[in-house]
């Protein structure tokens, strides 16, 4: 069965220091990854996505993320991470020839000064 | 991409009342996603249109839900009767093309309180 796994419920890191959160899935097809993020009040906004090639992308706000295939795993970073990062990440997986994206828990950053 | 608009924002209402939430404008391919969020339960696929037909609405109760798309630039999600377990952030979403790779565009939500 398609999912994935989001194991860090919350983080929490001191603004300027560095930021990985975890996304496992499991998929049998290639998999286009999907970050979003989750501001308090507001919808979900794409971060960075990977269909092919280069497999570490970039993407908005000074994020990247890297997908190993052999780890099945497409972990989310950002060098120095910075109060307003605080929010909600979720992980996802486009399944089913794009009728179905499946989402991870989410996984709630939180930044101390 | 084009912004997509839900409304109402919020809304609070009493158990029982018909609560009818809307979705535009929908662009592109004429996917539409209904998603609920719950502290609890997380995001939750409720159902998918392409065309303005059903494809999956298997994650709706059937019994209360109704979700349609009146024409091609707006959807509906019915609740009616509303109960206090109905209260979550309700999602719209369509796909980003090319739609094979599932990329979904969220609008801001509705939130609903039902008292």
Redesign the interface.
Known sequence: AQSVTQPDIHITVSEGASLELRCNYSYGATPYLFWYVQSPGQGLQLLLKYFSGDTLVQGIKGFEAEFKRSQSSFNLRKPSVHWSDAAEYFCAVGASGGFKTIFGAGTRLFVKA | DAR?TQTPRDKVTEMGQEVTMRCQPILGHNTV?WYRQTMMQ??E?LA?FRNRAP??DSGMPKDRFSAEMPDATLATLKIQPSEPRDSAVY?C?R?VP????????????SRLTVL
């Open positions: 997509v996603f997380g995001l696929l998918y494809l999956d999602f979403a796909k090319p739609v094979r790779t599932g990329e979904l565009f969220f609008g801001e939500g």
